[in-house]
């Protein structure tokens, strides 16, 4: 640059610049840049030259250090005046979401990752495991055990981790809310390694969604059962292989102090109870023989999770093999349970007892050993204890000996049993592996049954054929912004990087809209507290997949984008309860309510049976199974997801509308364009129908011989009728049932048939809004008995048709006597004797109703079943828990609809303010409180479902109809 052109001050004092100049610097924006650049590079040549003697201009002077130069990387923010409110500072703090319990890295295991990844390579050494039980059972320290056995670092003896339970309030509230899977490779009895993929689930009745999606990627189950309390809730029966560990065995000696002999009846009884509810679901003897339960057929194993052992008959007989080589474990098994005595004089079993030998062999060689340990190690000093340890095989430093009575006792516990490889053989026997139980999944649960060469190829479990993977969950991630899909790949192989076809649950060959094209941006191996990153993982294995969640609302089938098979999907989880409690919500400052949708959208996400939906007066309603289930519901929304206040209002139920008669006339109606006419009556369904086809034991899809025998063998239908079934709803397997019972002669067949679609979908309409108070109708069947239908196509559309079909089926269902039923919930209350008197009157006060009470045998405790209402079972359990100061715990769940006494349409029934209704008024308060929560109008209009004037004049002179009116 020459400094001749610039005065002292910088200003340019060169000649003037011509247009040939301008084109040799470019345009004037360049010129510009250069300019400023020239005057830069002076600025800093000065400043380099300045001896500390010159004068220094004003705006070249730096008295403080700029902020970049003082904080390197640090963001510089320019804010306009007012841009922020006075209370938030202009940079906020960073938050950070800890809900989540995680490793800070992979932790030191015994087995290899990479030897991991390579077993997963072969489906024949994969088991898929779901443990399963009841609330308090054990199943999170069974998962505890294994954990501490595969993962070497230093565990706290006296410490109950509580590893799979991942969320902070998950170990605040001290009980599982999420299903959380984990894999390992355990080794057997011979030391040899199998994959075991275990989903450790809830065992609150709230939280059964979370067991019934684990058992979607399981192909059996681990069900704990406490020996002192039993099978706490009904055991619901999954079609899968079931294995049972009785576990709390230390109950019996440290709690209860039960002697030996009175131990084992204890724990026989418990497992007859299971056998006997598993062989109540089965169809017939040789399928209950077959799924039977017994020691015998090492498919029990004993645990005391508390004290960190674990064994089976066998595996108990392999220990005295150590000790006394002349015994044969196979053979020492068969005598090990059941009425069989040991005659030490002869050195021989026999089934009968005598005078000097009268102990059971299962009390003498496995009961009275533990509970010499234990009471061994619970009384004595160390001189004499180390003698009586050693001769076990257990060695112990001398600190140990300091520890508390607990920690030592679970230290000798575990060194005398050893590992948990039992319950590795007990898996490997009698759990399938992943390739055959794979082929029983896809024959379960796969839609396509039609083509079945598409279905025979997922059934190979190959990793070579077309991809397919059921998403059965989703996780959220720790910062709560999005989900990771988890699922079971039932054939192929997946790859980090795919371009995924993500098929929703309503997605069909005919409907391809709930379709969405993802990328796996990540794939891992999910481990409770931490996850395995994989590139690439094949066909029988679990894999949890990054960047497909979108699209997803509570499961889907995936497959690659480039797959042009016909591919359908599988099935939904279905669940084995319904979620009945609502709860209206609401922000409480108006402007966060997109953030509120925003939230209830993730919290769908993340919990399988819960429903949201806007009413017609525009509150947003959430619906689940119970009070436990909403709370957790609401923690996530208030602070995980949205992180704003909501305001709820009083927690209701949802009803169910239903009728007690057949209509007392035939119900017609006109479409718009009077070219149309449909004609239907109504009547309830038979006794069971709707609960059979809610259990999809009857499928429309079905080859119609097949669906007409179901009806004539097991209803009782006339051929005509089985054949003429068109529709249930609502849904495609809703408690209701659509029926053709037109005659040819006056119906034109050909051109109800063009319509048979229009009309079933109005009918779905009907019976998902009821004319009571807009809940769904169950257990009715609707009767198309004449239909007079436009020979032209434009006048029996679909917008004619359907508003026809859903007005006649309300007005029928209308002049049928109709009722309101509400959902009722069995509760199964476990306390002392004292307590049952307190329990019953706290029952009657709730409407409640005793179904058994017995008392547990082998324990001071006593069983109360009893059926009590879900709008009255708010705080029911705090009520019971005040009552019996404590002593007694329920758990409840929904058993069934229930038709409330009395008629809703009634307009004599006064009711009055703050007063509790008389029982026979109770469906008509809670017909008239659903209509105003809701939006609706007071009272039923039933004149507005019906055409003709005639027939509205003669139904007001009528004495039991015109209250209706």
């Known amino acids: 640059m020459d ?66 130069d003082v904080y390197k990387g640090a963001e510089t923010l320019v804010m306009e005046e007012d841009a922020q409110g006075i209370e938030e500072p202009i940079i906020g703090m960073i938050k950070t979401k800890n809900f989540d319990l995680v490793e800070k890295s ?95 689930t809830p065992g609150h009745p709230n939280f059964t969604d979370e067991v019934c999606c684990a058992v979607r990627a399981c192909d059996g189950a681990f069900l704990v059962v406490d020996v002192v309390e039993g099978v706490m809730m009904e055991l619901k029966e999954q079609n899968i292989a079931i294995t049972v560990v009785v576990s709390k065995i230390d109950r019996l000696i440290l709690e209860l102090r039960l002697p030996p002999a009175d131990a084992y009846l204890k724990i026989k009884h418990t497992l007859e109870e299971i056998n006997g509810i598993i ?65 030490s004089t002869k050195r021989t079993f026999s089934r009968s007892s005598s005078k000097a030998f009268n102990t059971r062999s299962f009390v003498q060689f496995i009961l009275e050993p533990i509970y010499k340990i234990l009471g061994h190690t619970a009384s004595k000093e160390y001189d004499q204890l180390q003698p009586v340890l050693s001769k076990l095989g257990v060695y112990l430093k001398k600190e140990d000996f300091k520890m508390n009575t607990k920690d030592l006792m679970k230290l000798v516990c575990t060194t005398f049993f050893g590992n948990a490889s039992c319950l590795t053989d007990m898996a490997v026997k009698y759990i399938p592996n992943s390739r055959e139980g794979t082929a029983l999944k896809v024959k379960q649960n796969y839609t396509g049954h039609e083509n079945k060469e598409i279905m025979a190829a997922i059934q190979k479990c190959s990793p070579t054929e077309m991809l397919v993977v059921n998403i059965v969950k989703l996780y959220h991630k720790p910062d709560c912004l999005s989900f990771d899909a988890f699922g079971r790949i039932l054939s192929g192989t997946l790859k980090r990087g795919d371009e995924l076809k993500i098929l929703g649950e309503t997605y069909s060959l005919e409907d391809q809209e709930d379709m969405a094209i993802k990328t796996a941006s990540r794939l891992s191996i999910k481990q409770a507290r931490y996850r395995i990153d994989v590139n690439e993982i094949t066909a ?186 068109w529709a249930f709803g609502p849904g495609k397997f809703g408690p209701n049932l659509l029926l053709d019972d037109t005659l040819p002669n006056e119906t034109d067949k050909n051109l109800l048939g063009s319509v048979k679609d229009t009309i ?53 269902f209308l002049m049928s006597s109709p009722r309101i039923m509400e959902p009722m919930l069995l509760t199964e209350i476990q306390c002392s004797a004292d307590c049952l008197g307190a329990i019953y009157n706290v029952l009657i006060r709730r409407r409640g109703h005793v179904i058994n009470e017995t008392a547990k045998p082998g324990s001071p405790l006593y069983t109360v079943i009893a059926n009590v209402p879900a709008i009255d079972s708010f705080g029911f359990e705090t009520d019971l828990r005040t009552y019996t100061s404590g002593q007694a715990f329920c758990l409840s769940v929904f058993d069934h609809w229930s038709i409330l006494a009395g008629d809703p349409l009634d307009k004599s029934i006064q009711l009055k303010v703050l007063e509790p209704s008389l029982p026979h008024h109770l469906p008509r308060e809670f017909m008239i409180k659903t209509r105003r929560r809701k939006g609706l109008s007071e009272d039923v209009s039933i004149v507005k479902y019906f055409d003709d004037p005639l027939l509205i004049e003669s139904l007001k002179k009528d004495n039991e109809m015109k209250n209706l009116l």
Not at 41 to 50: A, C, Q, T, W
Not at 324 to 339: A, C, E, Q, Y
Not at 545 to 555: A, H, L, V
Not at 646 to 660: G, H, L, M, Y
């Open 279 to 343: 062989s109540s679901s089965c169809a017939n003897q040789e399928e209950a023989e077959k799924r039977r339960i017994s020691p015998l057929l090492n498919n029990v194993a004993f645990m005391s999770a508390k004290f960190g052992w674990v064994f089976t008959l066998k595996s108990f007989a392999q220990m005295y093999s150590q000790s006394f080589p002349s015994i044969k474990p196979d053979d020492f098994v068969k005598v090990l349970w059941g009425d069989y005595y040991y005659d």
């Open 106 to 200: 992979i932790p030191q295991t015994t087995f290899d990752v990479q030897f991991l990844k390579d077993l997963m390579k072969t489906p024949e050494v994969i088991r898929n495991v779901a443990i399963v039980g009841a609330l308090h059972h054990g199943k999170t320290l069974l998962m505890d055990m294994l954990v501490q056995q595969t993962h070497t670092r230093a565990w706290d003896l006296g410490e109950e981790y509580r590893y799979t339970d991942t969320r902070i309030d998950e170990q605040q509230r001290k009980l599982s809310i999420k299903a959380t899977p984990m894999t390992l490779v355990l080794p057997d009895s011979r030391d040899k390694s199998y994959v075991i993929n275990l989903f450790d």
């Open 540 to 725: 029988g294995n679990w894999v949890l997949i990054e960047g497909i969640d979108q699209s997803i609302t509570k499961s889907a089938t995936v497959t690659h984008a480039e797959n042009t098979e016909s591919l359908e999907i599988l099935r939904p989880i279905r669940f084995n309860t319904v979620s009945t409690i609502k709860i209206a919500i609401e922000p409480i400052v108006p402007s966060e309510l997109p953030k509120m949708l925003e939230g209830i959208r993730k919290v769908n996400k993340s919990y399988p049976l819960l429903t949201t939906k806007v009413e017609q007066s525009g509150e947003h309603v959430l619906l689940g199974t119970g009070e436990l289930f909403m709370d957790c519901v609401l923690h996530d929304l208030r602070k995980m997801y949205t992180e704003i206040e909501i305001k709820i209002a009083d927690p209701s139920v949802t009803f169910c509308e239903t009728i007690i008669d057949t209509s007392a006339i035939k119900c017609y109606a006109d479409t718009l364009n009077k070219r149309n006419k449909l004609t239907m009556i109504s009547e309830p369904l038979d006794k069971g129908l709707a609960e059979d086809i809610e259990k999809e034991k009857v499928d429309l899809t079905w080859h119609q011989k097949t669906v007409a025998k179901f009806f004539e063998e097991k209803y009782n239908w006339d051929l005509l009728a089985a054949r003429s079934v």
């Open 760 to 812: 079933s979908s109005g009918f779905r309409w009907a019976t998902t809004e009821g004319p009571l108070c807009d809940e769904p109708i169950r257990n009715c069947k609707f009767k198309l008995i004449e239909a007079k239908i436009s020979s032209e196509p434009i006048f029996r559309a679909g917008g004619q048709i359907i508003p026809a079909a859903r007005k006649v089926c309300s007005s029928s």
């Open 3 to 68: 400094d001749n052109l610039y005065d002292e001050f910088g200003n340019y004092i060169g000649p003037d610049i011509e247009e040939e100049d301008l084109d040799q610097h470019g345009d004037m924006d360049d010129l510009r840049e250069d300019l400023e650049e020239d005057d830069q590079m002076s600025v800093e040549k000065r400043k380099e030259d300045y001896r500390g003697d010159e004068i220094v201009l004003h705006e070249d002077k730096q008295y403080y250090p700029d902020a970049q």
